[in-house]
């Protein structure tokens, strides 16, 4: 036991004193997993877990029932699976407490979109300064299509008075190009949004770290006029 403290010390003072550069995926694990489990070896659970899903992303992209069949307690599986949209937390937070350089909204809205894997539909409301004023998931689907409510986007819209609005949904299939389905929709929402005052700057197709932007299609520009 006593060899194990110091090694899980000794792990830990160099994460403390030079980050994760050196760190192999692995190691990480390792290191994530002494806050979570006492008094076993978890450089072999976190080899275990590597082996079984093939990559540091996809164990925490992994479900719970999943994790938990490499061993590993419910507790630990939902500490995993916590890392991901906390990230995106810290991202957004970030981005939100930005006085000046780049203030993309596409650096605002990837990071949300970190470890999904069920489509939904992602809204971003404006002030007429271009400050962020409400952001939200407003739609949840199946993987491969979601439900969007245009009349509840319109009314947080005028709720928060919004001058503009973006919106952003991912496509797990990771092909970015916009279906029919999402081209109808953002025509609709257009609509709906131009008709209480509110700019529909943009909708975003998330796939993987990549935002798609539809206005920027020759053939669809016309929607965001």
Known sequence: MKEKNEHRDKVKKTFAENG?????DQQVLELMLFYC??????SEIAHALLDRFGSFSAVLDAPVESLT???IS????AFLKMIPPLCARYHQDRYLQKKDGDKSIENFILPYFIGQNEEQLFLVLLDGKGKIVFYQVVSRGTRFASSVNIQKIVH?????????????HNHPSGIGLPSENDIRMTASLQKALKSVGIVLLDHYIVTGMECHSI??????KKLFL
């Open 215 to 220: 206005s920027k299609i020759k053939q669809y």
């Open 37 to 42: 489990i006492h008094g076993k070896d978890t």
């Open 156 to 168: 947080l819209g005028v709720q928060h008075h919004a001058a503009c609005a973006v919106i952003a």
């Open 69 to 71: 069949e490499c061993g």
């Open 20 to 24: 994760l550069d050196d760190f192999q």
């Open 74 to 77: 419910y507790n630990t599986a």
